[in-house]
């Protein structure tokens, strides 16, 4: 079914009669139930959160996830793409509180976040339904990051490696009481880093600057949150999977996003607005002198969002809902000047009304169901249906849950791919149209004490999903063609938490079969790029306040490409060791390993793996 309605005026009107009924919300600041709200733990599932290479950035937090598979280019902090269940770099989005931030140039981009991490909750992963009701434009997954409480005091730390490797941060926050309960607080975060990397042409030169602003108060939190970052690196065969080409890539942005949350008794709402700029020079050449014309990959981007998500009860009913309006525009490019705009507006409104039943063995039956509108100027509109069942029951200190989610997605492709050159190192297609994505998945959870076991399955259809594939008689032409995926795949996790130890151990199987239609495909750059066995373990055990020992672990067997030079069995790691320093007061010392194995394994067809590195840093607490 097609909407046939004018984006921006319907978003007008959504939203314009939805600021009476939060301006209506009786003052709950005396009423702490908040039970309609399901608030998740989230559970830092990395062992070292901290890398051997740079500074920590949001994708560091994300390596060794056993559900989030990052693939680098490189130091993952230089430049890595985010595949969840055997997605593409384009199907998952990042999410600040209310609202959705995303690249509309590529999703080689969209996990650059300039950001402090300590300045964000860990993520929750949000697939199937849930991503369907709270997110926009991400036909898998969305990461969806909270604002972390600022509490007062600072961190330094400063350090060096292998490899000529130099990087330093610090953060600083104050808190300030106010009236009526209120809290204020402001944190300002800076760090820098430079490198030669482990192969020739593999340096990089990083800079961040990131300030939060918060207020706290009885059941509402307001949150400003800005950053900039400029980021330049090299790596040979980056992009183009040719390692004879020393590429370099040179990322300057600046993120702003107001974010406000207020709860009660009858649920919560949040409403949120983000600004987003990124200039990019990619050279696939550093060699060459650039003439500012076609084949100098210059491009400006900006993209604004607004959205609101919320929940209200209703008896035993629960309205959930999601409006997320954002537009975007290319401003200047040299070499994406071939398709039919260079500028998007977007509307994503969901609504899942769900209900609540005690059963008379002492479990709990909750089902979901709804539907999302995802709208543009430019493409056609649809609707898409969403319901979820989960059937959950404690007894004996054990909490048992099985649910069933069947959700239906789209998202629309991004400006290298539609607006690029139709042929070349990077060809476009402007006939490009909407990505679609129908899944079913069934999942166990156990939650026994010190122990938590989920086991998923799931099976997706991707329809139209844009991917880049070669002919082996053109390896220099790549083309952005539709292929139809069927995905099949299975997901176990374990975890076991004490006071010293916490491991978490899992293991993930994906199987695809690829349809490309009359496209001549000998190989993919990126659907066909993806583990169909992975592995993960990571253990971290603190013996006493002074010593802290981490190790993550990843074994994988890559999906065969003929692109790929390297075996597709590999075993990645990373290790380190942090001591307190006896005689100063909060200061630490951290030796850091990554890729210990020194494995030379591809994570894209061609690109060289990053080498074993090794950092040494001192940090101070206050």
Known sequence: MLLRVNSFWFSSLILSA???????????????????????VVAQRVANLQPASTYATSVTRLRFDPQIDIQARGLPEGQADVSIRGGLFENTSFKLGAVTIFDPQTG??????????????????????????????????????????????????????????????????????????????LSLSAAASSGDGTLPFGDHEFKRFAGHLQLLGD?????????????????????????????????????????????????WWQLAGAYRWLLDDYDFDRRTVESGGPGSFEHETRSFSVGINGAQST??????????????????????????????????ISLAPGWWWSLDSGAALHVTTG??????????????????????????????????????????????????????LFGGNPDLGRELSTSLTISYDLNAGAWHTRATWFVRHDDDLVDWTFRQGAPF???????????????????????????????????????????????????LNFARHRATLAIQYKPSSDWAFR????????????????????????????????????????????????????????????????????????
């Open 477 to 527: 032409a790549r083309q952005a063609n539709p292929v139809d995926l069927d995905v099949t795949g299975v997901e176990f996790l374990l975890e076991w938490t004490t006071g010293k130890w916490y491991v978490t151990s899992a293991y993930t199987f994906i199987d695809k079969d690829a349809d490309y239609g009359t496209a001549e495909v000998d190989a993919s750059y990126y659907a």
């Open 219 to 267: 059941n509402q939190q307001s949150n400003v949150i800005f950053g900039y970052q400029d980021k330049f690196f090299g790596w040979p065969g980056a992009y183009t999977g040719f390692a004879s080409l020393p590429e370099t890539d040179h990322v300057t942005q600046g993120l702003v996003v107001m974010d406000h949350r207020q709860s009660g008794s009858n649920g």
């Open 315 to 348: 008896g035993n009913t629960e309205w959930n809902y999601s409006v997320l309006l954002a537009a975007d525009r290319l401003v200047s490019s040299t070499d994406l000047v071939n398709g039919f705009f260079n500028s998007r507006t977007y509307l994503s």
């Open 108 to 185: 080689h981009y969209a996990s650059e976040l300039p950001i402090d991490p300590d300045m964000l909750t860990p993520p929750e992963l949000l697939t199937d339904s849930q991503n369907s009701i709270h997110t926009f434009n991400a036909t898998l997954a969305t990461l969806s990051y909270a604002f972390a409480d600022i509490k007062e005091g600072g961190a330094a730390r400063i350090g060096f490696g292998t490899d000529a490797l130099r990087f330093l941060s610090a953060r600083t926050s104050r808190n300030k009481a106010l009236a009526h309960n209120r809290l204020a607080g």
């Open 18 to 40: 939805a600021m009476p009924l939060f301006a209506g919300q009786p003052d709950n600041s005396d009423d702490e139930d908040t039970s309609l709200e399901l608030v998740e």
């Open 371 to 424: 539907v999302r509108a995802d709208l543009s100027n430019r493409d056609e509109d649809i609707l898409l249906p969403l319901g979820n069942i989960r059937w959950t029951r404690s007894l004996d200190n054990r909490t048992h849950s099985v649910a069933l989610d069947v959700s239906r997605s789209s998202q629309l492709p991004g400006y290298t791919a539609l607006n690029s050159r139709p042929t070349g």
């Open 551 to 622: 190790f993550d672990n990843e074994c994988r067997l890559q999906q065969d490409n003929p692109l790929r030079n390297s075996e597709r069995r590999a075993w990645l790691s990373a290790f380190s060791v942090s001591w307190k320093v006896p005689v100063i007061t909060n200061l630490r010392l951290d030796l850091v390993a990554d890729n210990l194995t020194n494995s030379d394994f591809e994570e894209f067809p061609g690109t060289p793996a990053y080498g074993r590195q090794l950092g040494l840093a001192l940090n101070l607490d206050w």
